[in-house]
């Protein structure tokens, strides 16, 4: 790997995630948003080179939902900008690449939504092909439990094994006040709720949620400036693979693995295990093993600490879930993670995924130090 | 950008009404191979895929470049989706060409489609939204009010829209792609239904069905392909907010930035002699004459004289639109992509009947939203 | 049995797509829409700038600062352009034509979008003065179908300069 | 202050050739078919090219409506207007006999009987009921 550009997140700010927010617009939840993340970087608005926002239309319930976040943004002068359908970590990725093509060297990534709006089961249906797998009325929780129903047949890993993953989550989510989720639920407890779609219990699978969130992303130079401690991009990468989930192997991820092979190679790191923390965008208990397995992490390990701020099952705000698990590693890392710190934490992996069953992953490693010279 | 792009590839459909012979998968395939075969590539040689497409309404599919994926060769490669409204090919053009850039990657497939036919663009594109004022009577109802502004504030005359329709479709007559290519007259114009005034309905883009893909490439690539590349000398998108106090819809300030940032990055500093073609978004005719002026081509409130001195015509001093444009062709998701692409083969030399002779600099151009997303590049023969 | 599937195909899937939603207005919204029960059209104040947005906003987007200021302003104005609209639109039960015009209303910075009526089509102008015409007391609901369209006022017209440069 | 509105609108999405014949082969002839693909093996349904690299498919392969459960997933509360059923039912992905890929469907009855490995078979909707889609195999049933 040639030199690339150092690059770092230098600040986030996000809204509590909720399960609705009565009083505000998807924009006016944003606007807070971005003022304070500008603030805690001790910046103005002009300071930042490029501006880029992930949404989706048929979660926002209209077309062109994102043109009303222009307004809310400091689109004013006219700026460089981009809008990809993506969960805001994808985001972040092009803001990445753009540094290392040397056409902007700070840059703000929205993520956005207002999930209570609309039906997400009804709304990711239609992400399906509209030949074959739509028409059967398959959902995302569905296809999920498709996935992991494949996965226990064939690792063997039980109910109880899948509560136990739920029950870490949501004890560790307990800490984290920016989650929905703030009680914590021990295995016996989660085994007990009802089945949403067998083999997934309701208390395996998140509420539906809404936040709006922003991240700083500046190139060395920059980042000394704006963050006392900032959070170095040492690698990344991300991989898409058919949709067709009867034509993939679905007990296991092959875009996550050779995601995140690359973003490791990049970092310099022979393993996933060198690292100190794992943020991992899973849906259910399940794809949190299958991600496991691609990243050749043992799931039984303490080190990596997964997911310290409880993960998607504690929140899972659609376009924002991918931000906030880099949002956390950025907190884990620069201190500001409070009462749920990881000791003596300097690498990390937050991961982030789309469509159904893993579809999509991409996968960053960061760390508190500078990769290239 | 920190390293040489170019265009090594280009591909399109045909573009109708209604390609029915053909699934949303089949219809990007048929813009892919296109594209490739172009190129003289194939799917393993491409490092990453960037689509774009305007609302996923206009199909009735979330995300549909997810179970595209297969179908466009991206399995096990990155891929991103773009949308930033009617400039969305645009935009993803230059996304693409980030990647290349940065030096990561050596060869991407970029794409735009939209299939029309499957749904209705109308409905999908101005619903009437709870707690919004329910007037805005679709795209042309949208922007009419700042073509009668336009015409009020430059005088400009009434047969100007017309006369850009009937360019259109006699460039468009010459592109064997484009969807309208019936020649049209003056009179039948200003004869059209009048739809809203001052837009009449022989004025007015159509409905497509049509997909574009592009293959760019870093320098090295390039140089291996069978073909001359067109260079990508700059690229820029840009967009502004829309309740701005006396935020210019005629000619917004987002575009003017843009085209001065493409200008400035090209080294072009005498616009009217150094572009030979410019490929610009015009749905409505007016807007031709609104944007040479936002383009920076001629004065405020002079830019429908270059239309009625003829100027704007194939083998005039400034070729506008030679493929026929938005007027003849608007795929809305790929119509962004399609200037662009139709740039990058003037400079080419392979446009076919519809080349612009010795054209060596063009612009590609595309504007969304209220007016407010604007992207563009300029593409040269010579590296 | 065959050797092959038919060679004529099925030529379409249709899918009807169902999906509800459950919107919500924001406070910002919803104040103003409550307001034109009353007759009153509010706006929301920039706190750096002054200038004023109609309907409410949480933030100048120009200035980037909070507009959290609720000011009223009048239910008069200037036609600033306007189109006249002589096709159906897919949901919308409208006569036609009909004039669909920007509208800057005293004491805003920005226009909205309303219909004009009590005058031909043609006769529209811009620049030509312009009051609400109000559903009646006891039938307004709090929407924006309380106005029920725009008038014109029989004042002089505004010079263009103006308004050509706040459409 | 909110208000309910729901989208609703009617698509009709072309099939082109592929597409359009697999689905023809379900309405007219009751039969299943795939495409052989290069890496991939017999695909069914087939989407006219290979998912794994965009290339062109092979020819058409006939293959048998029964087949061996790869995934299971039980839907105790059907979602009005989105699932096929409005009582509970299950989704399976099957490999049907012939076949090197699985296609999703439904299975009906005795669904907490059905476990990934289980043997099933296609339940065809009667002639005046086949339109041409992937619900023309009305549902899965269990085979001892």
């Known amino acids: 790997m040639s030199s690339l550009r150092n690059v770092a997140i230098v600040g986030f700010a996000q809204l509590p995630v909720v399960a609705r927010d009565l009083h505000r617009t998807s924009p006016e939840m944003l606007y807070p948003v971005v003022r304070q993340a500008l603030a805690d970087c001790g910046v103005e608005r002009d300071a930042i080179d490029f501006q880029i926002a992930g949404s989706v239309d048929y979660m926002d319930g209209r077309p062109f939902g994102f043109v009303a976040a222009l307004d809310v943004m400091g689109s004013w002068p006219p700026r460089l900008d981009l809008h990809l359908e993506m969960d805001a970590s994808f985001c972040a990725y092009y803001a990445w690449l753009r540094m290392q093509a040397g056409d902007c060297d700070t840059a703000i990534v929205v993520g956005h939504g207002k999930t209570s709006e609309g039906d997400p089961r009804r709304v990711l249906n239609l992400q399906l092909d509209p030949y074959y797998q739509a028409p059967m009325g398959l959902d995302p929780v569905s296809t999920a439990a498709l996935q992991a129903s494949a996965y226990m047949a064939r690792s063997g890993v039980s109910d109880r094994d899948l509560a136990s993953v739920a029950a870490a989550n949501r004890t560790a989510g307990a800490r984290n006040p920016e989650n929905q989720l703030h009680t914590a639920a021990t295995p016996d407890e989660l085994l007990k709720t009802p089945w949403a779609v067998e083999p997934l219990r309701s208390g395996y699978l998140p509420p539906v949620g809404e936040t709006a969130t922003c991240m700083v992303l500046a190139a060395e130079g920059k980042a000394e400036s704006m963050c006392d401690r900032p959070v170095w991009i040492q690698g990344v990468d991300h991989r898409t693979e058919l949709q067709t989930i009867g034509a993939r192997d679905l007990t296991q991820s092959a875009s996550a693995r050779l995601a995140a092979e690359q973003a490791l190679a990049m970092a310099g790191l022979q393993t996933a295990s060198e690292v100190d923390v794992v943020e991992l965008f899973a849906l259910t208990p399940a794809e949190e093993l299958i991600l496991c397995d691609a990243l050749g992490l043992d799931a039984q390990a303490a080190r990596p600490v997964r997911n310290p701020s409880g993960g998607p099952l504690c929140g899972y705000p659609i376009m924002s879930t991918g931000a906030i698990r880099m949002a956390e590693i950025f907190r884990q890392l620069s201190g500001r993670a409070g009462a749920r710190a990881v000791p003596g934490a300097r690498r990390a992996i937050a991961h982030a995924t789309q469509g159904h069953c893993l579809q999509h992953n991409i996968i960053w490693v960061l760390g508190t130090d500078r990769r290239w010279a | 950008m920190k390293r040489p792009v170019a265009v090594v590839g280009v591909g399109q459909t045909q573009h109708s009404s209604r390609r029915a012979d053909v699934n949303i998968a089949g219809l990007v395939r048929e813009a892919v191979d296109r594209a490739l075969q172009d190129a003289g590539l194939e799917h393993t040689d491409i490092d990453a895929v960037i689509i774009g497409k305007a609302p996923d309404m206009l199909e009735g599919v979330a995300q549909p470049e997810q179970f595209l994926v297969g179908a466009v060769g991206a399995h096990m490669k990155p891929m991103l989706r773009v949308h930033t409204a009617g400039s969305v090919g645009a935009s993803t053009a230059l996304a693409a060409v980030t990647h290349v850039a940065s030096g990561l990657y050596e060869r991407v497939l970029t794409i735009a489609f939209e299939k029309q036919s499957e749904g209705n663009a109308m409905w999908a594109l101005s619903p009437n939204m709870p707690f919004m004022p329910p007037l805005v009577a679709g795209a042309g109802g949208f922007f009419a009010p700042y073509c009668r502004a336009y015409i009020q504030r430059s005088g400009c005359p009434a047969h100007i829209g017309a006369l850009t329709a009937v360019n259109a479709r006699a460039n468009a007559a010459k592109n064997e792609y484009a969807h309208l290519r019936e020649p049209l007259t003056v009179e039948d114009v200003l004869e059209s239904p009048m739809l809203w005034d001052p837009i009449r309905f022989g004025e007015t883009c159509p409905s497509s069905d049509g997909a574009i893909a592009l293959v760019l490439a870093s320098e090295a690539a390039a140089r291996k392909g069978p073909r001359r590349p067109a260079w990508i000398k700059s690229g820029a998108s840009y967009a502004e907010a829309m309740w701005v106090p006396g935020r210019d819809q005629v000619s917004p300030l987002a575009g003017r930035t843009c085209a001065k940032h493409v200008y400035d990055q090209a080294g072009i500093t005498d616009l009217w002699n150094q572009i030979d073609a410019a490929e610009i978004y015009v749905p409505f005719a007016w807007f031709e004459a609104m944007w040479l002026e936002n383009l920076g081509f001629c004065a405020e409130s002079d830019g429908w004289k270059i239309i009625e001195r003829g100027e704007q015509k194939l083998g005039a001093h400034l070729p506008i639109n030679p493929s026929g444009g938005v007027l003849a062709t608007n795929p809305i998701g790929a119509s962004g992509m399609i200037r662009f692409g139709e740039a990058a083969l003037q400079v080419m030399g392979r446009a076919g009947e519809h080349q612009v002779e010795g054209a060596k600099t063009a612009l590609g151009h595309a504007y969304g939203g209220g007016a407010q997303y604007f992207a563009m590049w300029i593409v040269a023969s010579d590296q | ?167 | 202050m909110e208000q309910a509105q729901t989208m609703e609108f009617p698509y009709k999405h072309s099939t082109g050739q592929t597409v359009g014949r697999f689905l023809a082969g379900l309405k007219e002839q009751k039969q299943i078919w795939g495409q052989r693909v290069a890496g991939l093996g017999v695909v069914v349904p087939p989407p006219g090219y290979s998912e794994v690299d965009g290339s062109e498919p092979g020819e058409w392969v006939a293959v048998k409506d029964t087949g061996v459960v790869t995934a299971v997933a039980v839907v105790r509360d059907p979602v009005d207007k989105l699932h096929p059923f409005s009582t509970p039912f299950a989704y399976i992905l099957v490999r049907l006999d012939g076949a090197d890929t699985a296609m999703a469907h439904v299975v009906k009855d005795d669904i907490h009987a059905v476990k990934v490995g289980s043997r099933v078979a296609a339940v065809w909707a009667p002639d005046e009921a086949r339109v041409g889609s992937m619900r023309d195999i009305a549902h899965f049933r269990l085979v001892p």
């Open chain 3, 1 to 167: 049995m065959a050797n092959e599937p038919p060679r004529d195909p099925v030529k379409y899937v249709e899918t009807h797509v169902y999906l509800p939603y459950h919107y919500v207005a924001g406070d910002s919204r919803a104040g103003y829409l409550r307001a034109l029960k009353d007759k009153k059209i509010l706006g929301s104040k920039c706190s750096k700038t002054g200038k004023v947005f109609v309907p409410p906003v949480v933030n100048s987007p120009e200035s980037f600062a909070p507009a959290d200021e609720l000011v009223e302003v009048a239910d008069r104005g200037i036609v600033t352009t306007f189109c006249v609209v002589r096709i159906p639109v897919t949901g919308r039960d409208l006569q036609l034509p009909y004039v669909a015009a920007s509208v800057a209303l005293d004491g805003a910075s920005v226009s909205i979008f309303a219909p004009i009526q009590e005058c031909a089509p043609d006769a529209v102008r811009m620049g030509m003065r312009v009051e609400a015409v109000w559903k009646a007391d006891g039938e307004r609901e709090g929407s924006h179908e309380d106005i029920l369209y725009f008038r014109p006022t029989g004042e002089p017209d505004a010079p263009q300069d103006s308004y050509i440069h706040r459409l």
